[in-house]
């Protein structure tokens, strides 16, 4: 099996998804670089995210039209829609439902290492990295060994995490509900994305 390595700027965007609607089930796709069609040295690497909907997960002509546009903006840019991240509402429940797989299993047609990460609310705020990584193995989505998944640098990550927490960064994340109700919130949400660069890269050069 392989190793499956989560990026700062992938995980931060997550979990300020989940903050901004801690009552509601909400969802997105795990983006990666195109030109790393297999794995390199054993390892999947999850670079960014896009969050998709907080408000009706089960909508499946917007998620369509939301996986169009991702695609083609992934295909400038050397990305590739790698998988599919999903918290449900209720507190303990972990378990991937059919919303998950379906979407989950679309993008496996296209990416045959494509995973499933859950959010496990209850540990959002343990310190320890509160995600679920499941891989697709004869057609069903089994959970994936803990220790096949790598975090670079996650205290860095869980730091710089907590800051936008602290800073209410999370009202500034744009999804696609966001998105669709005004077309000008920009849905890649490249101001985060600079936040979470300076943050783990401060200018005097310190990591």
């Given at each position: 099996?392989?190793?499956?390595?989560?990026?700062?700027?992938?995980?931060?965007?997550?979990?300020?998804?989940a903050?901004?609607?801690?009552?509601?089930?909400?969802?997105?796709?795990?983006?990666?670089?195109?030109?790393?069609?297999?794995?390199?040295?054993?390892?999947?690497?999850?670079?960014?995210?896009?969050?998709?909907?907080?408000?009706?997960?089960?909508?499946?002509?917007?998620?369509?039209?939301?996986?169009?546009?991702?695609?083609?903006?992934?295909?400038q840019?050397?990305?590739?829609?790698?998988?599919?991240?999903?918290?449900?509402?209720?507190?303990?429940?972990?378990?991937?439902?059919?919303?998950?797989?379906?979407?989950?299993?679309?993008?496996?047609?296209?990416?045959?290492?494509?995973?499933?990460?859950?959010?496990?609310?209850?540990?959002v705020?343990?310190g320890?990295?509160?995600?679920?990584?499941?891989?697709?193995?004869?057609?069903?989505?089994?959970?994936?060994?803990?220790?096949?998944?790598?975090?670079?640098?996650w205290?860095?990550?869980?730091?710089?995490?907590?800051?936008?927490?602290?800073?209410?960064?999370y009202?500034?994340?744009?999804?696609?509900?966001?998105?669709?109700?005004?077309?000008?919130?920009?849905?890649?949400n490249?101001?985060?994305?600079?936040?979470?660069?300076?943050?783990?890269?401060?200018?005097?050069?310190?990591?």
């Amino acid at each position: 099996m392989c190793e499956v390595e989560i990026s700062a700027q992938a995980y931060v965007k997550l979990f300020l998804h989940a903050y901004r609607y801690p009552h509601c089930s909400i969802n997105g796709v795990l983006l990666s670089d195109r030109s790393a069609s297999s794995p390199q040295g054993g390892c999947i690497y999850i670079e960014d995210c896009v969050p998709l909907f907080h408000s009706c997960l089960s909508l499946s002509a917007m998620t369509e039209v939301a996986l169009h546009q991702i695609d083609s903006w992934c295909s400038q840019r050397q990305r590739k829609i790698l998988g599919y991240y999903q918290a449900n509402a209720a507190l303990t429940n972990t378990s991937p439902d059919q919303v998950a797989v379906k979407i989950v299993d679309k993008i496996s047609e296209q990416c045959q290492n494509a995973v499933l990460v859950m959010v496990d609310n209850s540990k959002v705020d343990s310190g320890i990295p509160p995600v679920l990584l499941y891989e697709k193995k004869d057609s069903k989505w089994i959970l994936k060994d803990k220790n096949l998944v790598m975090w670079r640098q996650w205290e860095e990550t869980k730091r710089v995490a907590n800051a936008l927490l602290e800073s209410k960064a999370y009202r500034q994340l744009v999804d696609f509900d966001t998105h669709l109700d005004d077309i000008r919130q920009d849905w890649t949400n490249q101001h985060i994305n600079a936040k979470i660069e300076e943050l783990l890269y401060p200018a005097n050069g310190t990591i």
